[in-house]
């Protein structure tokens, strides 16, 4: 997957779809991330009071009923309906129907990282607390990683490709790039593919007594991602669906694609399961296998959305990959991640491809907020930044040490 790509289909991003903290319509969310908003706020759907973090970026004012069947509702949990409802706005975007004609060559691949956290913690005290024969059936096929994906394909009513992919915090840039080689293969004519998770009381917990949340030294609890001050990420959650088909397919249908996918890299490094590797080799060899896929230099590349999140050891992995690969401020593509708004949600590769879409398509960058003091002389944006964007490259990075870069590019 990661040598030059042979096939002369071109792979483009023809709709996006997302929930996110800032709401499920597209042009509001990227217009209130350039603008610098914030969607972090005091978690509003569980008590925090026992623990020291107390902030997230949560999915608000989201109501299913706006966009699936109240029947399909009944048998989904939260992260299902999130996905479902993003695959549908995605679907809506591109001008796409769904019917006998073309369902077979529809398909989905969706990543995700934890899966439905409140569902399994559910089960598992019914489990645990009431024996076996007690627990509740009709909550197992919701405990799994592919229900979402499932109950998309049922709600939109298509038979295709239907996978799921759990790479950690790479899952939903793994599921594109899997995506993409399906498509150059010939496997699908169309395909929704991004990423999701959601924030629960259990996963929560989870976080905090792993002590992977701000404030890590007892500061000031707050998202400060590559600043030499920051200490730790915010937690969040969101669901970012993108629609991909070939060119060919795009324009057979009269679809207006956002941009294309040129080319994606994977590597990986010894790491702990739920640490980062000191050596920043793998994700340079994600990054220039991505570059290579996609037949250009280093410098062709005019924006980096990074998977940095405000933890001390990702940012510092990544600022170090990204100046041995593209060089210091005066010739490193600007550099920005959208986290220090919308929060680490672990499955964020959906919704930052989305939004690539948008920057590619609009020239606008947003900011990085938190940055204060940059830990490294990158070409970071600590205001909205408006340039032409030709490629655009999107990291996801994972604990554990698995990495993934994507390339977009204008059409």
């Known amino acids: 997957m990661n040598s030059v790509l042979s096939s002369q289909e071109r792979i483009v991003v023809s709709g996006i779809g997302m929930i996110t903290p800032f709401g499920s319509d597209k042009?509001?969310?990227?217009?209130?991330?350039?603008?610098?908003?914030?969607?972090?706020?005091?978690?509003?759907?569980?008590?925090?009071?026992?623990?020291?973090?107390?902030?997230?970026a949560e999915v608000k004012d989201?109501?299913?009923?706006?966009?699936?069947?109240v029947r399909n509702i009944r048998r989904m949990d939260k992260l299902s309906m999130m996905v479902a409802a993003s695959a549908r706005l995605?679907?809506?975007?591109?001008?796409?129907?769904?019917?006998?004609?073309?369902?077979?060559?529809?398909?989905?691949?969706?990543?995700?990282?934890?899966?439905?956290?409140?569902?399994?913690?559910?089960?598992?005290?019914?489990?645990?607390?009431d024996g076996p024969q007690y627990a509740n059936p009709f909550l197992v096929p919701n405990t799994v990683m592919n229900a979402p994906a499932g109950h998309t394909s049922i709600e939109l009513k298509f038979r295709g490709v239907n996978s799921t992919i759990n790479h950690r915090e790479a899952s939903a840039e793994t599921a594109i790039a899997y995506a993409a080689s399906e498509l150059k293969r010939g496997r699908a004519d169309i395909l929704f593919c991004g990423g999701a998770d959601i924030l629960s009381p259990f996963f929560f917990e989870i976080l905090s007594n792993f002590k992977a949340l701000s404030p890590v030294d007892g500061q000031t609890e707050k998202s400060k991602p590559f600043d030499a001050m920051r200490n730790g990420p915010v937690a969040g959650e969101g669901a970012g669906i993108l629609c991909m088909e070939t060119l060919a397919h795009a324009e057979s249908r009269g679809a207006n694609p956002y941009c294309e996918i040129v080319g994606w890299g994977m590597s990986s490094s010894p790491a702990p399961p739920n640490d980062w590797p000191e050596d920043p080799q793998g994700p340079i060899l994600a990054i220039r296998r991505a570059l290579e896929s996609a037949g250009i230099e280093p410098g062709e590349i005019d924006y980096i959305s990074a998977s940095a999140n405000g933890g001390r050891k990702l940012d510092a992995l990544e600022g170090q990959a990204i100046s041995e690969v593209f060089g210091n401020a005066e010739k490193s593509p600007f550099v920005s991640t959208i986290k220090g708004a919308v929060g680490e949600s672990f499955s964020s590769g959906g919704i930052r491809s989305a939004c690539m879409a948008q920057s590619i398509q609009?020239?606008?960058?947003?900011?990085?907020?938190g940055l204060e003091k940059p830990m490294l002389p990158l070409k970071f944006v600590k205001t909205k930044a408006d340039v032409s964007i030709k490629y655009g490259l999107i990291n996801g990075f994972s604990s554990g040490g698995t990495f993934t870069t994507l390339i977009f590019k204008k059409i």
């Open 27 to 56: 042009n509001t969310f990227f217009e209130k991330l350039c603008e610098g908003e914030s969607g972090i706020a005091p978690i509003s759907e569980f008590d925090t009071s026992r623990f020291s973090s107390h902030l997230a």
């Open 62 to 69: 989201f109501n299913p009923r706006d966009f699936l069947n």
């Open 90 to 129: 995605a679907k809506d975007d591109t001008g796409l129907e769904i019917d006998e004609t073309n369902r077979d060559r529809v398909g989905i691949i969706l990543g995700t990282s934890y899966g439905g956290t409140d569902i399994a913690a559910l089960f598992g005290k019914s489990l645990f607390a």
């Open 362 to 369: 609009t020239g606008c960058i947003p900011p990085i907020l």
